[in-house]
């Protein structure tokens, strides 16, 4: 366990006998014996819990509490005291004592009351932090149980296959390795994994090592103690403690910053960290799941990842395709995220979808993948006020594009006219729009800034066919 508990009792013998108990529970565990050395040992060790005789002769107990609360606010307090003082206990209580214990107490009631402490004061760290972070599940994972198995709603085989591969996963405590395009979905899977798993009843956590700051990486991962680095006034759990018992899901781990590899690395072998500015080794048995779109093997060849870190996460890798090779799953998404955003936006009701406008969706080739379906239908609710939903609601193809651009090469006419010439060339773009919004005329329209009827007309003209 490793907690660190300060005993401040004036009755030496007890406090030392109190000390070895503790010690030998697992517990990290100190003694003071006057109220000066109390705030100087919590200045300098930053206990978790602080067991605190209220019969000090030097110092008043709830006057002593508020002090150490000062210097040490994350810490938690067991007040100790005699019977005939049980209304001190109380009064200490309600200025924020965790509970109390009247001698003589039994060596089980204190460990009791200890280990009760620490986990109510990680619960609580979870609580905060999940608030912060949470977000809504998609309705397909609400289902999910370990029980009853993973639905398998998405119409597609590639995603179907993908699910199962994840089931697969969830049965064993193996560390996954997600692969696929940025907004595919991979947030999802992990999610599914988790609920899938005997761990469906722990934390869930996720970070992302591309949006967090390389200074700040590590603390947010690995946690840090008082004193660490400047503003460090307490101990801060960082994300893997939280996810002990739980998941917590690296995503974009090819951007983990080298110190940080080797550091994750040393983890995954040996289940133990420290806290940044620590020197005690936390044991934690949280599950990995790492997630990228990088592709890592060709990051290991250019020297930015490490080869060992590589193979010690591709234990068993998901590839997760992208939107466009699964255009058979978008009514169902299109009408899971509507039914979210409405939820989320407060609408009464979720709009009807007009059969254009879906046509539109399932034809479009999405290079931001669900990402970006989700914000052109978030857009599309608050164009249309949450009224229906047809397709001059929809603004897509408006982004920046993956891949290569389209290019025509025009040379000086040789044996063609000057209007043959912009024809050849009209004709290749109209050709390209249709190639990009999959043969939807709607579509192609919007993508070339002209109506629908205006691109027949010069289908029709330039004798194009769909």
């Known amino acids: 366990m490793f907690e660190r508990i300060l005993i401040v009792d004036d009755d030496v013998q007890l406090a030392k006998s109190l000390e070895f108990l503790l010690k030998r529970e697992g517990y990290h565990a100190l003694s003071a014996h006057h109220g000066a050395e109390a705030r100087r040992l919590v200045s ?13 002769p ?15 606010q994350d810490a938690c307090f067991l007040i100790v005291t005699a019977n005939t003082a049980i209304k001190t206990a109380v009064a200490a209580m309600r200025n924020g004592a965790t509970d109390y214990l009247t001698k003589p107490f039994e060596a089980e009631e204190l460990t009791l009351a200890i280990s009760r402490a620490i986990r109510d004061r990680i619960k609580d760290e979870e609580i905060i932090r999940l608030r912060k972070e949470a977000r809504p599940l998609p309705r397909p994972l609400a289902n999910a149980t370990a029980a009853s198995g993973p639905p398998s709603p998405y119409p597609s085989k590639s995603m ?3 699910l199962a591969q994840a089931k697969q996963a969830a049965d064993r405590n193996t560390i996954v390795l997600l692969l696929g395009e940025s907004g595919a979905g991979k947030d999802y899977v992990a999610k599914f ?30 946690g840090h103690e008082p004193g660490a680095f400047t503003g460090a006034r307490g101990r801060k759990r960082g994300l893997l403690e939280l996810a002990d018992q739980g998941t917590l899901l690296l995503n974009e781990v090819g951007d983990l910053p080298p110190p940080l590899q080797a550091k994750l690395l040393t983890f ?35 020297g930015r990842f490490r080869a060992d870190l590589y193979y010690r996460l591709n234990v068993f890798s998901v590839t997760v395709p992208p939107l466009r090779e699964r255009v058979l799953d978008i009514p169902l998404l299109v009408r899971d995220i509507v039914q979210q955003l409405v939820d989320e936006m407060g609408f009464p009701e979720a709009p009807q979808i007009d059969g ?29 006020s949450g009224q229906r939903i047809t397709p001059s609601c929809l603004t897509i193809g408006s982004g920046p594009r993956e891949g290569p651009e389209w290019s025509f090469t025009v040379g000086f006419p040789s044996g063609q006219t000057i209007h043959e010439v912009i024809s050849e060339a009209k004709g290749s773009l109209i050709a390209e729009a249709l190639r990009r919004s999959r043969n939807s005329k709607q579509g192609a329209a919007k993508l070339l800034g002209i109506s629908r009827h205006a691109l027949a007309h010069q289908m029709k003209f330039l004798a194009i066919n769909e």
Request: proline share 3%; with cysteine; glycine share 8%.
């Open 268 to 302: 995954l072998d040996t289940k133990e960290f420290t806290r940044v500015g620590g020197q005690i080794q936390v044991l934690c048995k949280a599950r990995i799941i790492a997630a990228t779109n990088r592709n890592l093997e060709r990051e290991v060849a250019g």
């Open 356 to 384: 254009e406008a879906m046509d539109l969706l399932c034809n479009y080739h999405w290079p931001g993948n669900v990402r970006e379906l989700r914000n052109v239908l978030e857009r599309a609710l608050i164009l249309c």
């Open 44 to 56: 300098s060790a930053y206990p978790d819990v602080i067991l605190l005789d209220l019969g000090l």
């Open 160 to 162: 179907r296959g993908v």
């Open 58 to 72: 030097d110092v008043d107990g709830i006057t002593l509490m508020g002090e150490l609360r000062q210097i040490h």
């Open 193 to 222: 994994i988790h609920e899938c798993s005997p761990r469906a009843g722990g934390p869930f956590f996720s970070i992302n090592c591309a949006a967090v700051s390389s200074e700040l990486a590590e603390s947010e991962l690995f």
